[in-house]
């Protein structure tokens, strides 16, 4: 069994084979669980290409190329399309009240706007990836590190591992505050992104209430006008288009409340599900639940909070392949 070491080391330097690298420059010591050495100038990493790729990260839109990700995204825009095809005409069109189609038409798709735009720029959002292949020597000299001091690299994409940050095996980066990893927006959910997250649960949640709610209404008019002039297509085909639509609601609206509440929990006691769920104890220190709220959502409380367009602006396209992880830019 092989010794284990504190975090801080001092004066004394270890063998290459236990996973330890020396610094005699700065005099700090790099600890990689898995034995692997610090990248060489001959190494597969291009520190010009990093420094240049993270000057222009701003103007590039983050997308990860994994095939069940894409799937389950498509499936999700699909899935409220069908809604807002229901929703609109099989039930408020064919209404004789004009005012109740009007109001629930434009509330109802201004939910399902909102939440679309949400998803996407939790999709398209960089969640905070660490720089892939930065331990590289002339690096960890510019990070000044104090005589000692241990950092930890990750070994499966070569970068100085940042406090609270995780690597995610399908973004193949680590990320920092990783919540967790959500196939239905395609995309790990961190730091840079939560705030669109939960803006797409909330949105999500209110506009299935709102989709069940109508679907209610629906059913009981239907009854009671005897299926005539229910709606423009037969009963038959209204009742499976009106099932089908609470069934997406129910399923819907149960996982993205449940959801919203996790992450809104997670928020207020600035913890991440993956530190909760590993039970590690907090080496930094935790903001409290209004500070949290207004490090992700930014600044005081506001409508802005509830806008998931803040921010926003139109990015040059430049495609820039990748090699070793599933993730481009554009």
């Known amino acids: ?37 610090l990248l060489t100038e001959n190494d597969n990493y291009d520190s010009s290409s990093s420094s240049s790729s993270e000057a222009d990260v701003a103007d590039r839109v983050w997308f990860i190329r994994d095939g069940c990700g894409m799937i389950c995204a498509v499936v999700t825009w699909l899935l409220v399309v069908y809604a807002d095809f229901v929703v609109t005409f099989v039930m408020l069109l064919p209404s004789k009240d004009f ?29 905070g990836a660490v720089p892939k292949g930065n331990a590289t020597k002339e690096y960890m000299e510019s990070l000044q590190l104090k005589p000692g001091e241990v950092i930890y690299k990750c070994p499966k994409c070569c970068c100085i591992k940042p406090e609270r940050a995780h690597h995610c095996s399908i973004c193949k980066r680590c990320i920092r505050k990783m919540d967790h990893h959500c196939p239905w927006v395609n995309n790990c959910v961190g730091e840079k992104n939560q ?120 990015r040059r396209l430049q495609t820039r392949p990748r090699k070793g992880g599933p993730e481009f830019s554009v």
């Open 195 to 314: 705030r669109f997250f939960v803006l797409f649960t909330m949105y999500i949640a209110l506009a299935s209430v709102h989709a069940l709610v109508l679907c209610g209404l629906q059913f009981v008019a239907c009854v009671r006008g005897q299926w005539t002039e229910c709606s423009g297509f037969s009963p038959p085909v209204t009742v499976i288009l009106l099932v089908f639509l609470c069934l997406e609601g129910l399923l819907f609206f149960t996982f993205t409340a449940v959801m919203f509440g996790t992450q809104i929990h997670s928020i207020c006691n600035d913890e991440t599900e993956i530190e909760r769920l590993k039970s590690e104890k907090p080496t930094w220190e935790r903001r409290l639940r209004w500070e949290g709220m207004k490090s992700v959502f930014g600044g005081p409380p506001s409508l802005l909070w509830m806008n998931p367009f803040v921010g926003f602006r139109f």
């Open 1 to 37: 069994m092989r010794p284990q070491y504190p975090n801080v080391l001092l004066g004394t330097s270890l063998p290459a084979h236990w996973g330890w690298e020396t610094m005699p420059s700065s005099g700090h010591r790099l600890r990689d669980v898995e034995h692997h050495p």
């Open 99 to 127: 005012w109740y189609s009007v109001v629930n038409g434009v509330v109802f798709n201004c939910l399902a706007v909102l939440a679309l735009s949400s998803h996407l720029r939790t999709m398209l959002t960089d969640p």
